[in-house]
């Protein structure tokens, strides 16, 4: 991405949400360490890093459930980095548990406008819509403890789209679901909020969650930001080892020219799939381990130059554990 | 039947002996008649005592009072403490022991130090009937039992998600304690409540030290005196009031349980 130098005042009209130079410290720890990033209008933008990298401290910081230690935050141009949570005008979507326990789903739906001062008949049709809108019309009078994990979600999706919030914020909402739901309501959320066309920051601990519905991925790592870029530069370009290694799996090999060559003074990053497994000119290995993946198989092969991860597409005749075979850079 | 199954038999057959018989002694007793028989005289002289009933209106008056100001105090502190300063919490919990394990008679002795020592329009106002002068001392003595009832409470909801989500949504701090805390938390705050009346119309110690003899523990221990038979009625009525209050708070309380268990442990059906 080439770097286009703006005036602040440039960056504030056209940013949704922007974070400026904002640190947050705890005690000794430093949560944030002057995080820049602003998020456009109308995109997804997937916060990603391991526990404790200081994503959920952004978010709630941008929610207003915590203050910075230094620092500044602006929703739609406006400084809000003292404004209280209850007048921020965010909405947003927790890792599970946050539905109001003795409220039924369409009365969660309706909190937000009853806070709102909306009156109760727009109240109950904007619930309904709502309800409608992420698939559990008929579920409105149910209480969450009724509910699977999946429809809590949905609800709380529901709820926090439901005061047209001008960003939407979403705290590992997935992490607490079964894999199949997760991937269900994942698309989802990535459907509805290209059709409501809201600005939404997703903070992830998950690579493949990430790259799977952002329109941008910034990669935190202890409190520092490390890469912000659509998920394609973030996969084949990783701008530091950390990403490399973060974001999917990466191989650094010593290459000369394009082929693994031990003892080469240059080196590069590969992904598995760019492996090639019992290529001719390849170098000799032994297979560690064979993990079948469904399409492809993960080979770990241990080379003169160390272990290799190699993604082999799924056929008969693959070496098996133990067997020799050849690994080379393919094409 | 296996060996420990009989033994658990016994053992409540005699756990069972040991609270009825006093009970039933007690109910055999309070229904002699005066002229030899049984009949129920002793219970229709409890609500023929003018003095009896006008005790009871006063210590039912402290009670709900007393409970009042518990819950103000204790409900807002006990949220606070586990959102804001849950280092603090342990401390707290150790502090609420402190009236616990202090016997209520050093702070009667206390109290009377300062009743009879410290002079002034507002002490005095403040001595003058029993309602004014026993409700702050009985909040003290509720404060501990009623702190560990709604702390149980809260520990037992995502307290800090639902009052995040509320905040979120639009709702302040006061908004967010009575429409979303309060209502999931709502069997802890009546068991808090319920062991605040208990413990108010069974004071006998401070109430006595201060010598206000109109509240109704002191009543049914003088009515005793002349008429030990109407005095047994009397505790067999009021803790048949006592079970009362339990069985209907145990009721509230397990309907809202069947209601808030909103925190599934996994996802329990498909979406």
Redesign the interface.
């Not at chain 1, 927790?94 to 003795?102: G, K």
């Given at each position: 991405m080439t770097a286009v130098q703006k005036s602040p005042a440039e960056t504030a009209t056209d940013a949704a949400v922007e974070f400026r130079g904002v640190s947050r410290v705890f005690g000794e720890t430093r949560a944030l360490d002057g995080l820049d990033l602003a998020l456009r209008r109308g995109e997804l933008l997937a916060l990603l890093g391991p526990s404790g990298c200081g994503k959920t401290t952004a978010l709630r910081l941008l929610?207003?459930?915590d203050r910075p230690t230094s620092g500044e935050i602006r929703i739609d141009g406006t400084d809000v980095t003292g404004v209280?949570?209850?007048?921020?005008d965010?909405?947003?979507v927790?890792?599970?548990?946050?539905?109001?326990?003795?409220m039924t789903a369409a009365e969660n739906v309706a909190?937000?406008l009853r806070?709102?001062k909306v009156g109760g008949a727009e109240r109950s049709r904007r619930a309904a819509e709502l309800l409608e809108l992420v698939?559990l019309g008929d579920r409105g009078g149910s209480?969450?403890?009724e509910?699977?994990?999946?429809?809590?979600q949905?609800v709380?999706l529901a709820?926090?789209l439901a005061?047209r919030p001008s960003v939407l914020l979403l705290d590992e909402p997935l992490s607490?679901?079964?894999a199949r739901?997760r991937v269900?309501?994942r698309d989802e959320i990535r459907r509805l909020q290209l059709a409501e066309g809201i600005t939404t920051l997703f903070v992830t601990h998950d690579q493949s969650e990430a790259l799977a519905v952002a329109d941008r991925v910034a990669v935190l790592n202890a409190g520092r930001m490390e890469q912000v870029d659509v998920p394609q530069e973030v996969y084949a370009r990783p701008a530091t080892p950390f990403v490399a290694e973060f974001v999917g799996v990466m191989n650094t090999v010593p290459v000369s020219g394009n082929r693994i060559t031990p003892g080469a003074a240059e080196t590069a990053q590969v992904r598995p799939e760019a492996l090639l497994v019992g290529a001719p000119d390849g170098l000799a290995g032994t297979v560690l381990t064979s993990t079948f993946l469904g399409p492809v198989t993960r080979l770990v092969i241990r080379t003169e130059v160390g272990e290799l991860t190699a993604d082999a597409v799924t056929r008969p005749g693959l070496p098996g554990i133990g067997d020799a075979t050849t690994v080379q850079i393919s094409g | 039947m296996t060996r420990g199954r009989r033994w658990r038999v016994v053992v409540l057959a005699l756990a069972a002996l040991y609270f009825l018989i006093p009970l039933i002694a007690s109910a055999e007793f309070s229904l002699r008649a005066p002229g030899g028989g049984y009949g129920v005289a002793n219970y229709t002289r409890i609500a023929e005592d003018p003095v009896l009933l006008s005790a009871l209106f006063t210590s039912l008056r402290i009670a709900v009072l007393t409970a009042v100001v518990v819950l103000l105090l204790v409900v807002p502190t006990a949220v606070w403490v586990r959102l804001r300063f849950p280092s603090l919490a342990a401390v707290l919990e150790s502090a609420t022991i402190l009236p616990i394990v202090i016997p209520p008679v050093v702070m009667a002795a206390g109290i009377a130090f300062v009743q009879a020592n410290l002079g002034g329009p507002v002490f005095r106002a403040l001595f003058d009937s029993s309602t004014s002068a026993l409700t702050p001392f009985y909040v003290i003595l509720a404060l501990p039992f009623a702190y560990r009832a709604v702390d149980n409470g809260l520990a037992a909801i995502p307290l800090r998600t639902l009052v995040e989500a509320a905040r979120n949504l639009g709702a302040g701090m006061t908004t967010a304690l009575v429409r979303v805390v309060l209502p999931a938390v709502r069997s802890a705050v009546l068991g808090a409540a319920f062991l605040t009346l208990a413990l108010v119309l069974g004071e006998i110690v401070i109430a006595r030290i201060l010598l206000y003899t109109d509240t109704f523990p002191i009543a049914v221990v003088e009515v005793g005196r002349s008429a030990a038979g109407v005095s047994v009625a009397l505790s067999l009525a009021s803790l048949l009031l006592t079970w009362v209050l339990l069985l209907a708070v145990s009721f509230v309380g397990s309907r809202r349980r069947r209601s808030s268990r909103s925190r599934p442990s996994a996802p329990r059906r498909n979406p």
């Open positions: 929610a207003g459930f209280p949570a209850s007048k921020r965010t909405g947003m927790f890792q599970a548990y946050s539905l109001f326990p003795t909190f937000g806070m709102r698939g209480y969450p403890h509910l699977s994990g999946g429809q809590q949905r709380a709820r926090a005061v607490a679901l079964d739901v269900q309501l | -």
